[in-house]
């Protein structure tokens, strides 16, 4: 029977616990934290967006894409609900494919995981920090130390011992997404103690800064959006859904999705935004649409002419932006200001300055290169008997459920190959 350590309790981390438990290995979690799942409890805005019906590669990041495609034709949507299902979670999927507990509480996904945990007798030492791998001719040894106890929490058992054996070691420490809820580069230098290279980690899915006064004066609005982020004449990539304006610039999905292209872009300097405030029109149908309100409406203010398009907020921002005068009549502009009104409504420009920092980031970008890694097993092609899985590699999704999607499906797949190995 094999004994298997696993380094972090975050969402791959139990999965590769309780598949390495049903293998029949003898497993231990060691989680430098002093609870279990926090990033899982806080993901999808507390309801836990778990996995999404439609996993293409195209909605990951930096690993090669073959190594993708290789983990998702073995894992796909169909299979993380099924794995939830026999652990009893009730699912539902939204009408954009996203997958949440059907009772909408991500403490729904981290019960069922614990129960599994307990069903199995896996250990869990919380509270307990790796701070240091060793590979042995046979297995490993994990050093560690115990984390102060945060003030009013009490541990559930002794930190000890200093020194831990396996067989088989897990890495699944995470990324450094999200310090407050225990992200650390720490696995990383674990990782690259045993042989691996590590890309550059970015924050990725994380909120970006904006220039322009006129979008952080809208703090607060949310609306439907296309958003799309360039460097010159180069798209670096482009979103679409909900786009939250902050004091400091923009979030929401839209914004997230759109955030790795322009993190990376940003190390050269500025980087250019423009807002397609009516995505679901071709530029013919709304400049159509927008000819026809205008004619229609030639005795009415500028004002007046938005009202029933958008809240007021938006109409003040549209109005500055287009240099008119709210309260002058239709008929009193010259035809150019249809025209660039309906050019502004689908490619509104702005310019990025920056993203806000790990504590607003829902992912990491960069990690462990994954031609160092066995796509089937997530087994290391470095170090025998070591397997890496989740944020500490190479691979990052976009908002949606994909990320938790890629922590499952590696997780599941090392804790299998663990155990077997």
């Known amino acids: 029977m094999n004994r298997v350590i696993v380094i972090g309790a975050g969402a791959s981390g139990l999965a590769a616990a309780i598949a390495a438990a049903k293998g029949g290995a003898r497993v231990a979690v060691v989680e430098r934290g002093h609870a279990l799942g926090r990033k899982v409890l806080a ?21 090669k894409p073959a190594f993708v495609g290789e983990v998702l034709s073995r894992f796909g949507g169909e299979d993380a609900r099924r794995f939830f299902s026999e652990l009893g979670l009730l699912t539902v999927e939204e009408p954009d494919g996203r997958v949440f507990p059907r009772c909408g509480r991500a403490h729904a996904v981290l019960d069922v995981l614990k129960a599994e945990l307990d069903r199995l ?36 058992h002794d930190a000890g011992p ?13 990324g450094a997404s999200y310090p407050q809820l225990g992200g650390t580069e720490a696995g990383y230098g674990l990782a690259r103690s045993l042989g691996h290279s590590i890309t550059p980690l970015r924050p990725s899915l994380v909120p970006l ?22 460097r ?8 679409q859904g909900e786009v939250l304006f902050t004091e400091y610039g923009l979030s929401g999905p839209a914004a997230l999705d759109v955030s790795r292209g322009a993190v990376l872009a940003l190390a050269g300097g500025p980087v250019d935004g423009s807002l397609d405030l009516f995505p679901e029109y071709s530029p013919q149908d709304l400049r159509t649409m927008i000819a026809g309100r205008w004619s229609s409406r030639l005795k009415r203010t500028v004002k007046d002419f938005f009202v029933g398009m958008f809240p007021a907020q938006l109409t003040g921002a ?20 249809c025209e660039r009104l309906s050019a502004l409504l689908q490619d509104w420009r702005f310019q990025i300055t920056g993203a ?20 089937r097993t997530f087994g290391s092609r470095k170090t025998a008997g070591l397997f890496l899985t989740g944020e500490l590699l190479d691979v990052d999704g976009d908002s949606g459920g994909y990320n938790l999607h890629f922590a499952w499906a590696s997780g599941l797949a090392a804790g299998r190959s663990a155990a077997q190995t």
């Not at 006064?213 to 360039?230: N, P, Q, T, Y």
């Open 43 to 63: 993901s999808g805005a507390g309801r836990c967006n778990l996995t999404h019906a439609r996993v293409p590669p195209e909605n990951y990041h930096g690993g």
């Open 162 to 174: 200093a020194e831990l054996s396996c067989d088989r070691l897990i890495l699944a420490c995470g």
């Open 232 to 239: 010159g004449p180069r798209e670096l990539g482009r979103g």
């Open 356 to 375: 806000r920092g790990w504590e607003e980031a829902m992912v990491t970008a960069g990690g462990v290169g994954v031609d160092e890694v066995d796509p």
């Open 121 to 156: 007798g896996v250990e869990v030492r919380l509270g307990v920090e790796a701070s240091a791998v060793s590979k042995l001719a046979a297995g490993f040894v994990v050093k560690t130390k115990a984390v102060p106890w945060k003030k009013g929490a009490a541990p559930t």
């Open 209 to 230: 800064l904006v220039k322009e006064s006129a979008i952080k004066r809208l703090h607060g609005l949310r609306v439907e959006a296309g958003l799309r982020v360039f």
């Open 318 to 337: 549209m109005v500055d932006a287009l240099g008119l005068d709210a309260h002058r009549r239709l008929d009193s502009l010259g035809a150019g200001a």
